[in-house]
């Protein structure tokens, strides 16, 4: 069964400041990995996806990923963080494989951002 | 185009009672999914449609959960009889085919008392 892992429950990181989130997967095959952000009562956002090729993937608001398939990994990052992208962050892995699209959650990583 | 709309935002109800929630997807995605997260817990999915029929719906909880999507449009979920572990942000998604963006609603915070 597929699974994911968000080790950070809660993360302060001051304005202008790097940003790395962490997310672990298990899954049999090739996975299909994404990142969602979800602001206060805001449903939740894609912020960037992984299907195949290059391992460095680029999002919106500036955020970045990169699949280690070496390392069950697919951290989300960003160089420079903002005090509006304080949110709560969720890993998700989906299946690949014919219509099945559900996708499997990590319990997400709440962002606060001091300024 | 409109996002992925969900009735009511808040729900606060008493154990034993019924609650239906709605989900109107974007206009012409023919996937609708149900997902829950409870109180600091993982966002759980609980069932797929494709228009009008169950795709997969391996994570309903019990049969207390009842979830319709009649003419391949807008889609209830109703809970009946409501118990307090039934408390939790409940989430519809859309999508127009598979392997296209998931977008989600804003989510039905229900209280169960």
């Known amino acids: 069964a597929q699974s994911v892992t968000q080790p950070d429950i809660h993360i302060t990181v001051s304005e202008g400041a790097s940003l790395e989130l962490r997310c672990n997967y298990s899954?049999?095959?090739?996975?299909?990995l994404f990142w969602y952000v979800q602001s206060p009562g805001q449903g939740l956002q894609l912020l960037l996806k992984?299907?195949?090729?290059?391992?460095l993937v680029q999002g919106i608001k500036g955020f970045e990923a990169e699949f280690k398939r070496s390392q069950s990994s697919f951290n989300l990052r960003k160089p420079s963080v903002h005090w509006s992208d304080a949110a709560e962050y969720f890993c998700?892995?989906?299946?690949?494989?014919?219509?099945?699209?559900?996708?499997?959650f990590g319990t997400g990583t709440r962002l606060q951002v001091t300024l | 185009e409109a996002g992925v709309t969900q009735f009511p935002s808040h729900s606060v109800i008493e154990k034993g009672q019924t609650v239906t929630l709605r989900c109107d997807p974007i206009?012409?995605?023919?996937?609708l999914y149900w997902y829950r997260r409870v109180m600091g817990k993982e966002i759980k999915f609980l069932l797929h449609?494709?228009?009008?029929?169950?795709?997969?719906e391996s994570g309903m909880p019990n049969n207390r959960f009842l979830a319709e999507r009649t003419g391949g449009t807008y889609s209830t979920l109703k809970v009946q009889p409501a118990e307090l572990e039934d408390s939790g942000v409940y989430f519809c998604?859309?999508?127009?085919?598979?392997?296209?963006?998931?977008?989600f609603g804003n989510g039905t915070r229900l209280t169960v008392t």
């Open positions: 998604a859309s999508r127009a085919v598979y392997n296209s963006p998931l977008h």
């Open positions: 899954y049999g095959a090739t996975p299909y």
């Open positions: 992984y299907f195949s090729g290059d391992t």
């Open positions: 998700a892995v989906g299946s690949n494989t014919g219509t099945a699209s559900k996708l499997t």
């Open positions: 206009s012409g995605h023919d996937n």
């Open positions: 449609f494709v228009k009008e029929s169950k795709q997969d």
